[in-house]
């Protein structure tokens, strides 16, 4: 399968990384994980997909894909969204 950039971010469609393998279950699963932490802590922080985007100059779109597991972020994207968040990288990390 193919990659296709979109807002700066590499999307998967079964295929994950730059060397075009195949996306095994247990990454989708930790995809999905890690889009369920930032969904929880989103809400906690009684944030919008919309304002979260905002403080990082993504869309709506962008962030609903992070948090369905759609797409494999970027350490980059995932900085940014720790700082719209206002955590830690690591503490979004924490237990996945």
């Known amino acids: 399968?193919?990659?296709?950039?979109?807002t700066g971010v590499i999307h998967r469609s079964s295929t994950i990384g730059?060397?075009?393998q195949p996306i095994t279950k247990t990454q989708e699963k930790l995809l999905k994980l890690l889009g369920e932490r930032v969904n929880s802590i989103r809400k906690e922080k009684g944030l919008t997909l919309e304002q979260v985007g905002h403080k990082i100059g993504k869309d709506?779109?962008?962030?609903?894909?992070?948090?369905k597991?759609?797409?494999?972020?970027?350490?980059?994207?995932?900085?940014?969204?720790?700082?719209?968040?206002?955590?830690?990288?690591?503490?979004?990390?924490?237990?996945l």
Not at 1 to 6: D, E, N
Not at 75 to 92: G, H, M, P, R
């Open 1 to 6: 399968m193919s990659f296709v950039r979109v």
């Open 18 to 20: 730059c060397m075009s």
């Open 69 to 95: 597991g759609d797409f494999n972020p970027s350490y980059i994207y995932l900085k940014d969204i720790c700082k719209s968040l206002e955590i830690e990288i690591s503490e979004l990390m924490k237990g």
């Open 60 to 67: 709506r779109q962008s962030i609903h894909r992070l948090i």
